[in-house]
């Protein structure tokens, strides 16, 4: 596999823009909370780093990954949003789950974003195995959460 040892998260802050006086949304799935608690934190630390003030951050939970575009919807419909970022964990079982969700998930995001014309970033980890996740979720490929953030305000200052 081509991530096998590389942190994915690592950047260089300089080249990321600010995202002062901007208005983030962040939409976060309570399935596999352990997993999805940590890409929040890597998420609110990396967009709080770049300049954007707490009261400036919404968060939206969402019961688990299938209803993340929803809940992006609806925190658009609400504040004037720069950009959202949609962060959940889908783990592959033994069902036809995995597939069914990640593939409804994917296309929502995509519609909400052109629907709206607001940045809509894809921050689902879609893993075999817990472990993997875990490794994504500031282990030792970095933060998913981290990355979502850092393309949430290179699209907001697009
Ligand atoms: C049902 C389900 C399953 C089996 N697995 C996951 C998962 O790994 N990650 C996740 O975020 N959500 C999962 N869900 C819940 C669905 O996303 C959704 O909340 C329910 O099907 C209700 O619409």
């Not at 959940?88 to 069902?95: H, L, M, Y």
């Not at 472990?131 to 393309?151: M, V």
Request: with cysteine; net charge negative; hydrophobic share 40%.
């Amino acid at each position: 596999m081509s991530t096998v040892l590389k942190n994915l998260s690592l950047y260089n802050i300089d080249e990321v823009p600010s995202g002062e006086n901007r208005i983030f949304g962040i939409v976060v799935s309570e399935w596999n909370a352990e997993i999805t608690n940590a890409l929040l934190e890597g998420a609110v630390e990396t967009l709080k780093l770049k300049d954007v003030d707490e009261k400036d951050i919404h968060i939206q939970y969402v019961p688990g990954s299938f209803e993340l575009p929803f809940g992006a919807s609806s925190l658009l419909e609400k504040k004037k949003i720069s950009a959202v970022l949609c962060l959940g964990c889908v783990i592959q079982g033994e069902t036809r789950h995995f597939d069914f969700i990640c593939d409804a998930v994917a296309n929502g995001i995509m519609q909400v974003s052109l629907k709206k014309e607001i940045p809509v970033i894809f921050g689902l980890l879609t893993t075999n195995t817990l472990e993997q996740a875990q490794d994504r979720s500031g282990g030792k490929h970095g933060n998913k959460g981290i990355e979502a953030a850092i393309t949430a305000l290179k699209m907001a200052d697009l």
